[in-house]
């Protein structure tokens, strides 16, 4: 009830104080247009345009700043490109005029000025006839009484009765008070739709493209320092290990006659080895996604690496079915490197892992009992996931006290 006493208010104070707002706007947008056009041809009108844009772009603030409480959300402020440096006089003044943003300002003034009127005529009218009609019975006695007052019931043929005039009109009230919300939020949203799309869409846009390049940057950064870590543990691993190998078995053919025992211990040696460079492709071959998750998906990809953790892990997977793969292996990744760092650093007894979809979002929580100190900056092992989440518009949160427990929170869209 109070959320909606809120909005009704919001929405109210939107309408009714956008009045003389778009008054005012109208009023110097058509006036500072038409001068400045007219007076274009000698030179004059440059400057009356451009401080008509600026005004503009004032009075569209004044509107930015009320959409946000009406829409229930933030929004996105223009860009307003400067002058360029060096620029001359006439080319500051100008400037203005060079801004896209600023004509849809003016063009703004001028379109949502007969949707002002018409939303502000509703919200008056609405909330004229809620009160009225709800306070009737206060006053009607009086005017009932009145010699020669035809009430609306009355002319309608529901009878002269003052007691038929009070209960029609409060009725009336009532239902005005009942359809007040719907009214005034339906007029609110017309005006803020009208002021999002010409006002923020722009910058909304330009935002979106930032996000999209943000998120590119830090996918091909991901990418670079796993291929990077990849090919260093490969260096330092399995690559010197198979070099190992092939010198002993060199070495196995030259004595292969001469000294059959050794050779026999070397053969030994070198199957130990081999079994320790499988282990430890294994070992690296999680950080690329395995066939279990092409294959079957997450769940049981998520089963498999629950199962080779060292640390207990209690596996909650709330979803079925596929999800694009981009989706998938990044789900995997932060799955696959969280149970690392766990097992490496964390001296935890016992690990959670949760995935559900809440709407259109994945939620993976992993959670453990250990010491804590977990964080995602540079350097550290949780560092490569908020961009590879970033590349796919999600978004990372760890809680990680000293001391413990820690909490990873990973929010993927799929839908």
């Known amino acids: 009830m109070r959320s909606l006493l809120r909005r009704v208010g919001v929405d109210t104070r939107y309408l009714l104080a956008g009045f003389p707002v778009s008054i005012v706007f109208f009023s110097l947008m058509v006036t500072g247009f038409a001068a400045g056009v007219g007076t274009a041809v000698v030179w004059i009108g440059v400057p009356i345009l451009a401080t008509t844009l600026l005004a503009a772009r004032g009075l569209a603030d004044t509107e930015r700043r009320m959409l946000p409480e009406v829409l229930g959300r933030p929004l996105a402020r223009p860009r307003y490109r400067p002058a360029p440096e060096g620029a001359g006089r006439f080319r500051r003044i100008a400037n203005p005029l060079t801004n896209g943003q600023s004509w849809l300002d003016l063009l703004y003034g001028i379109v949502s000025f007969p949707i002002a ?18 306070t009737y019975p206060l006053y009607g006695w009086v005017l009932a009484a009145i010699p020669g007052n035809q009430g609306l019931p009355e002319l309608l043929g529901l009878g002269d009765a003052v007691w038929v005039e009070v209960a029609f009109n409060t009725g009336i009230g009532v239902l005005f008070a009942l359809t007040l919300p719907v009214v005034l939020r339906g007029c609110a949203l017309v005006r803020a739709g009208l002021g999002r799309a010409m006002l923020v869409s722009v910058a909304e846009l330009h935002e979106r493209i930032d996000d999209l390049a943000e998120g590119r940057a830090a996918a ?54 081999t079994r320790e460079t499988l282990d430890e492709l294994r070992a690296l071959s999680r950080g690329i996604a395995p066939p279990i998750l092409t294959d079957r998906g997450l769940a049981p990809a998520l089963a498999a690496l629950a199962g080779r953790c060292t640390i207990p892990v209690e596996l ?5 079915g596929r999800f694009a793969a981009a989706i998938e292996n990044t789900v995997y990744f932060v799955v696959a490197e969280s149970l690392a760092n766990a097992a490496k650093h964390s001296h935890a007894t016992v690990c959670t892992v949760t995935l559900a979809r809440t709407g259109g979002v994945l939620m993976l929580t992993i959670g453990d009992d250990g010491v804590g100190g977990a964080h995602v900056a540079k350097g550290h092992g949780l560092s490569g996931l908020a961009d590879r989440l970033k590349a796919v518009d999600g978004e990372l949160t760890v809680d990680s006290p000293v001391g413990g427990p820690t909490v990873i929170v990973a929010e993927v869209p799929c839908g």
């Open 117 to 134: 009127i018409v939303t502000f005529v509703f919200a008056v009218t609405w909330w004229a006839g809620t009160i009225i009609g709800l």
């Open 220 to 273: 091909v950064s991901a990418e670079a320092n796993a291929l990077r870590r990849l090919e260093r543990d490969i260096h330092d691993g399995p690559q010197q290990r198979l070099v190992s190998l092939a010198m002993d078995l060199s070495r196995a053919q030259r004595q292969l006659k001469r000294d059959p025992k050794a050779v026999e211990e070397m053969l030994g040696q070198a199957i130990t080895s």
């Open 316 to 320: 909650d997977v709330q979803v079925a």
